[in-house]
Nanobody, 121 residues
Framework: QVQLEESGGGLVQAGGSLRLSCAASGSYHSISAMGWYRQAPGKQRELVARIFSGGNTNYADSVKGRFTISRDNAKDTVHLQMNNLKPEDTAVYYC???????????????WGQGTQVTVSS
């Protein structure tokens, strides 16, 4: 099982910045990918950014050029630097991790509890 601890959400004005962090812990063999998803009220949860252990990244088109995802593999921690925030970025942001069980047999997917990001205009 993987536990995810999220931090960094808050309230900012449009054009401002926030940095989200997520640290994985628990009983597992390895983490293959970590990322951030977001969900606004009444809307579908969507991928924001994802980073694989090898360093490849995926971004939603709406955040390219504004958000940057990075990782610290030694600590199984991922960061999302969010710049030039827009009101449409307002959502609950959820950390996600995909990995393998401690014995390497089963894939494991975990979600954080979510952290609120609110961007005012």
């Amino acid at each position: 099982q993987v536990q995810l601890e999220e931090s960094g959400g808050g309230l900012v004005q449009a054009g401002g910045s926030l940095r989200l962090s997520c640290a994985a812990s628990g009983s597992y063999h390895s983490i293959s990918a970590m990322g951030w998803y977001r969900q606004a009220p009444g809307k579908q949860r969507e991928l924001v950014a994802r980073i694989f252990s090898g360093g490849n990244t995926n971004y939603a088109d709406s955040v390219k050029g504004r958000f940057t995802i990075s990782r610290d593999n030694a600590k199984d921690t991922v960061h999302l630097q969010m710049n030039n925030l827009k009101p449409e970025d307002t959502a609950v942001y959820y950390c996600n991790a995909d990995g393998w069980s401690w014995d390497g047999v089963r894939p494991v997917t975990s979600w954080g509890q979510g952290t609120q990001v609110t961007v005012s205009s």
